[in-house]
């Protein structure tokens, strides 16, 4: 069960560790708007095919409403639990992603590309929650249920090629029913929500 909510919690996470940032605006935040490329970047030899994972003209790896595939029969069901327990899942994957990227990458620069690229990519998620995006608002099935491959036997951190590349994002989307959404007054609930967290990030 913890695989197949990776992903959203693995957004949550990246959200809060970003302070909460405005839905990515890829027309005026895009990195690719200042680097053609990123590709053996600065001479520095671990960006040698970054570009390969999203491709060149989708720095933060968005998907387009056209590409995302629902896989209906993997649906789930939202359970609520404690706010605490979720918190709590959200700062080991937050972790995770620091120790990931400080184990496994030795460049300080490609390792602050590849965090704001992180960043960049869990911060479309707002947008979905939003529901100002066009996207189904839940996860990739697929990718999360990866998951436990992150990790080897003795809990050190795998070497493995998990057999996809950014670009396969948002094929095998499964989105939980039972929310509490609301058509009709939703977008303003959730929009306050949203600027109350925004004000207490920046407080």
């Not at 990776?6 to 200042?34: D, E, H, I, K, V």
């Not at 053609?36 to 671990?46: K, L, M, R």
Request: aromatic share 10%; proline share 1%; charged share 15%.
């Amino acid at each position: 069960m913890f695989a197949t909510i990776a992903l959203p919690l693995l957004s949550l996470s990246a959200l809060a560790g970003s302070a909460l940032a405005l839905p990515f605006n890829s027309q005026t935040q895009s990195l690719n708007r200042r680097y053609a490329s990123f590709d053996s970047w600065g001479s520095i030899s671990s960006f040698d095919g970054f570009d390969n994972f999203y491709g060149v003209d989708n720095f933060s790896g968005e998907i387009s409403v056209s590409s995302q595939v629902v896989v209906q029969e993997q649906v789930e069901v939202c359970e609520s639990v404690s706010i605490e327990i979720v918190q709590q899942k959200l700062l080991v994957l937050q972790e995770i992603a620091k120790r990931i990227v400080t184990e496994q990458i030795c460049e300080v620069e490609t390792q602050t590309v590849v965090f704001q690229q992180f960043l960049s990519s869990c911060s479309h998620f707002s947008s979905d929650l939003l529901r100002t995006s066009g996207r189904d608002v839940g996860y990739d099935s697929a990718i999360a249920s990866h998951f436990s491959d992150i990790f080897e036997a003795d809990d050190s951190l795998s070497t493995s090629d998990l057999g996809f590349s950014g670009t396969s994002l948002g094929s095998s989307y499964a989105v939980p029913t039972g929310n509490n959404w609301n058509s009709a007054t939703s977008s303003v609930s959730v929009g306050n929500a949203y600027n109350a967290a925004l004000s207490a990030a920046s407080a």
